[in-house]
């Protein structure tokens, strides 16, 4: 079942949206409805796994929806955000996060319908990509959008996601074979999904959950122009 949230002040505009969402989505779902920035906050607590969809207004009463989005990035960092704002001066503001669409209320009609087929696309794509490797004779298969970075240690490469580290012995270059173009080489001895990352900084990178990772000099413009490319994709 799909996990949906609905992050907007007003009723009327909170009801208007779950009447687009029940016309565009055939498959079951659950919404959860919040009125504001700080009663999302209280979810991370309440719903550990998170949303596959969210819905938020950039203007919420108490602060702003982008700013949201970014701590909704870090906590849930599949969940798909649609942004939805009254005011088109927002719409360059947006790309500081990973979301979906940002959309006009006065245009939902046409939108809603597009951003949310748009991420239903991508919660599939993103759960049904997998890494396959092994370790030990034990055959493992990891989404691919948990992973925050591959570590090679020594002979062994360290898969990290949010929960748990896995091993296997394949060497980096045989495990960026598999992986999608989120992921990318910035140092000899790592592999960093992109869409974890939170600052670039000049020698290294600052991942989700305050992970430091380096990046080497011959790695670095290649690194910059993938990630301006990820960015407006």
């Given amino acids: ?6 992050c907007e002040d007003l009723e009327i505009h909170r009801q208007l949206i779950k009447e687009k969402i029940s016309s565009a989505i055939d498959e079951a779902y659950k ?7 700080e009663d999302f906050k209280k979810a991370y607590k309440k719903y550990p796994k998170g949303f596959d969809i969210i ?10 929806g982008i700013e949201l989005g970014e701590e909704i990035n870090y906590h849930y960092p599949l969940a798909q955000i649609i942004y939805i704002t009254s005011y088109t001066k927002h719409f360059s503001e947006v790309y500081a996060t990973n979301h979906v669409w940002c959309i006009e ?4 009609n046409e939108y809603l319908p597009k951003a949310l087929h748009k991420a239903l696309k991508a919660l599939w794509y993103t759960k049904s990509i997998h890494l396959n490797f092994s370790w030990q004779k034990v ?3 990891v989404i691919q959008d948990e992973i925050i970075y591959i570590e090679r240690c020594l002979r062994v490469s360290e898969i990290h996601t949010a929960t748990k580290v896995y091993r296997t012995s394949e060497k980096l270059e045989s495990l960026m074979e598999q992986l999608t173009d989120v992921f990318i080489c910035c140092h000899r001895s790592y592999i960093v999904n992109m869409r974890n990352i939170t600052k670039l900084q000049k020698n290294k990178l600052i991942l989700n ?5 380096p990046v080497s000099r011959s790695k670095e413009e290649e690194l ?5 490319i990820f960015l407006v994709k």
């Fill in 31 to 37: 919404i959860v409805e919040f009125v504001s920035a």
């Fill in 139 to 141: 055959k493992y298969s």
């Fill in 224 to 228: 910059k122009q993938a990630y301006s």
């Fill in 55 to 64: 819905l938020m207004d950039i203007e919420l009463g108490d602060g702003s």
């Fill in 209 to 213: 959950h305050e992970i430091e990772v």
């Fill in 1 to 6: 079942m799909l996990e949906i949230a609905v």
């Fill in 105 to 108: 209320k006065k245009e939902l």
